[in-house]
């Protein structure tokens, strides 16, 4: 909150219109799906329901002030907003705010002056403690139990669905208090989609199997991908798969503090590259995680700023060939003064599944 504060000051406003549900959560503690937040030099108000009074007994931290709107939460954030000393100035989230929302500013708080802002929040939560690298531990321990779980139960004729819903009851019996994202299971052919949804189709021996999930634990979500191939591997499997573990590899063992987001990408890519199949490698290579499975830093070519000290990122290198199949392997990297910790520990080798 401090933190925050400074940059309030430094954008030369007197205060903050939070609606971003995962930055309240940062801020407050609060996890509901409805809620406000003002944050100003001298208060921090958070606004409400009554499904959630409760709750924000258990949730919330000291110093801040709730309230418990039995209408509408804007119709109560205008009178409070009014009795803060000396707000005139008040930035908006302009990535997060519905253009309906935008006219209630316009409107009923047309007395205060509006000002855009981007990643105010974002960026100190880009950074984690020791508390929310040990919460990232604790969702990549689960999902690394359910994956090794899932790939007992793989067989020829299974559907992929019915494989993402193995994976997803062993996530809940391993403690995951939700799912980052629908967890991808691709398979064949299939496997070369990179954000495929698992779908009818069935596994046959032969089959690449991508998997792509996570785990949630209270709030912070771990991202892991592995590709197994069901039955034996073709020396063309194993080929495409050497390639992305040794690209995944130099990338884990390169990134650190320090470095841009496109030199961390270009570790990968390049070695992809020189291997043949660059064309075959179009996403970025990572990306944030925390209290939300896709979060600042970004780690692509594109971009130029800075990786810090306690940042959590993906190291996900890619190779897809549509109408054979594709290889993702995906691992959950920390970032600390004196280089990198994977934090995931599942086998990289190519799987073959009996």
């Not at 531990?137 to 193995?166: F, K, Y």
């Not at 884990?252 to 470095?259: D, F, I, P, Q, T």
Request: proline share 4%; charged share 25%.
């Amino acid at each position: 909150m401090a933190a925050l504060r400074d940059a309030i000051g430094r954008a030369d406003l007197d205060a903050l219109l939070v609606t971003s549900l995962p930055s309240i959560r940062y801020l407050t503690g609060f996890s509901g799906s409805n809620a406000l937040l003002v944050v100003s030099a001298l208060e921090c108000v958070l606004f409400t329901d009554f499904r959630y009074e409760t709750q924000v007994a258990d949730e919330v931290w000291a110093g801040v002030t709730v309230k418990i709107e039995p209408t509408s939460l804007w119709a109560g954030l205008w009178p409070s907003i009014a009795t803060m000393t000396g707000v005139e100035r008040i930035g908006f989230e302009s990535a997060h705010l519905l253009h309906r929302d935008f006219a209630r500013l316009l409107e009923q708080g047309a007395r205060w002056q509006w000002r855009p802002t981007t990643d105010m929040v974002e960026s100190l939560r880009a950074v984690k403690d020791a508390g929310e690298v040990a919460l990232i531990r604790r969702a990549v321990g689960m999902a690394e139990r359910a994956l090794q779980r899932t790939l007992a139960t793989l067989r020829p004729g299974l559907s992929e669905t019915m494989v993402a819903g193995v994976l997803e009851q062993h996530l809940r019996e391993e403690g995951s208090e939700a799912f980052p994202f629908p967890s991808i299971v691709a398979s064949g052919p299939r496997s070369a989609l990179p954000h495929a949804r698992a779908g009818d189709r069935c596994l046959d021996a032969g089959d690449f199997v991508l998997l792509d999930f996570g785990a949630v634990a209270n709030g912070y979500c771990s991202d892991i991908t592995r590709t197994v191939v069901l039955g034996s591997a073709t020396s063309r499997q194993r080929e495409i798969h050497d390639v992305v573990r040794e690209a995944n590899a130099r990338a884990s063992g390169a990134v650190r503090a320090g470095m841009r987001g496109m030199a961390a990408d270009a570790v990968a890519r390049d070695y992809i590259d020189e291997c043949g199949h660059g064309d075959a490698f179009g996403h970025s290579l990572g990306h944030g995680i925390g209290l939300e499975v896709h979060e600042a830093p970004r780690l692509a070519k594109t971009v130029e700023s800075l990786l810090a000290p306690g940042m959590v990122v993906t190291i996900e290198p890619g190779i897809y060939r549509p109408g054979w199949g594709g290889v993702r392997i995906e691992d959950d990297v920390l970032l600390t003064d004196s280089g990198a910790e994977v934090l995931t520990t599942f086998p990289r080798h190519l799987i073959e599944i009996a």
